[in-house]
């Protein structure tokens, strides 16, 4: 019950704001896309065919002058599930508030750690099955955050995020996210985007990253190094403790390559003492905001008998 009224409010909200920026001076944008994908899993020796959604998603964004030199935003973003047969297919993704200006931007609310944000586009397969979270610890969206992003500093941005121990997943400790960040993500302002970051007691562990991705005509090359360590466990009462594991290291690379229409992608992903994964696939541009594309994906975990495999024709549309 609780969750169709808070369905049916979000739809409200959403109509509502949408007629009310038609006449209001703040600009406000609705927005979202379908990815969804028709894929055979063979996950642990057993087989599967599944219709997915990968990240879909619907929010809205928007920003207010309060004067010539300050400004407030906003996002407000829900994951939509097309593929949980329970139809509670809303959840909370990244929703915050905050003011920025000639200082930087500061927001408050559910957000990614800065060391999440500073891996640009290097990972050719987010959301889907070759998605760099699945080895890499540090891909954290956590409820209670604070973040403070400067402004470019002849191209370089510096950022952090502070994760309150009230936060769930924090296991009662405070944590820091730090990123340095060099050029365009998108790789459309710089031929080059390069970032290091650093996780302090987030979600239990110290995760050191750098990221590197460079484009040369039609050729986009990556690559991403981590180490990671864990450094807070719950006991059985549920009490944090300090934990004193080993360090491990890990590295990706991944590449794109645009014929026309069509982007062929690849990448090799191996963490220490996890396993290693490899994918390939491509998309075909139907039109700016519509893609069709394919991807195959063999992860390895150490110790298992039989390698995970995903094979997944997809069609993706943004909004």
Not at 310 to 318: N, V
Request: glycine share 10%.
């Amino acid at each position: 019950m609780m969750n169709a009224f808070c369905k049916t409010l979000l739809a409200s909200a959403l109509a509502t704001a949408t007629l009310a920026s038609a006449n209001a001076a703040e600009p406000l944008t609705v927005y979202g896309k379908l990815n969804v994908t028709a894929q055979s899993n063979d996950v642990s020796g057993e087989s599967e065919t599944t219709i997915q959604s990968n990240a879909s998603r619907l929010g809205v964004k928007g920003g207010f002058e309060l004067s010539s030199s300050l400004e407030a935003f906003y996002t407000i973003e829900y994951e939509v599930d097309t593929g949980d047969d329970s139809k509670n297919n809303f959840k909370a993704r990244n929703q915050f508030v905050g003011l920025r200006g000639d200082f930087g931007a500061i927001s408050v609310g559910r957000n990614d750690t800065m060391l999440k944000q500073s891996q640009g586009k290097v990972d050719q397969f987010n959301d889907l099955s070759g998605d760099l979270k699945n080895l890499f610890k540090g891909e954290n969206r956590l409820a209670q955050t604070a973040t403070y992003l400067s402004p470019s500093f002849s191209g370089i941005k510096l950022g952090v995020t502070y994760a309150a121990s009230g936060d769930s997943d924090q296991l009662k400790q405070d944590g820091y996210s730090l990123a340095a960040m060099y050029g365009d993500a998108k790789l459309k302002k710089s031929p080059i985007y390069a970032s290091i970051a650093y996780d302090s007691d987030v979600k239990g562990y110290q995760v050191a990253r750098a990221t590197v991705q460079g484009k040369i005509a039609g050729l986009v090359l990556g690559g991403m190094y981590q180490q990671e360590e864990k450094v807070y466990t719950l006991d059985t009462d549920g009490e944090a403790n300090p934990y004193n594991g080993d360090s491990y290291t890990g590295y990706m690379f991944s590449a794109a390559y645009a014929i026309d229409a069509v982007v062929l992608k690849a990448q090799y992903q191996d963490m220490e003492d996890k396993g290693d994964s490899w994918s390939i696939g491509g998309d075909y541009k139907l039109g700016k905001p519509t893609k069709l594309f394919a991807f195959y994906t063999n992860r390895s975990y150490e110790g298992a008998g039989d390698d995970d495999k995903f094979l997944g024709l997809g069609l993706e549309h943004k909004f």
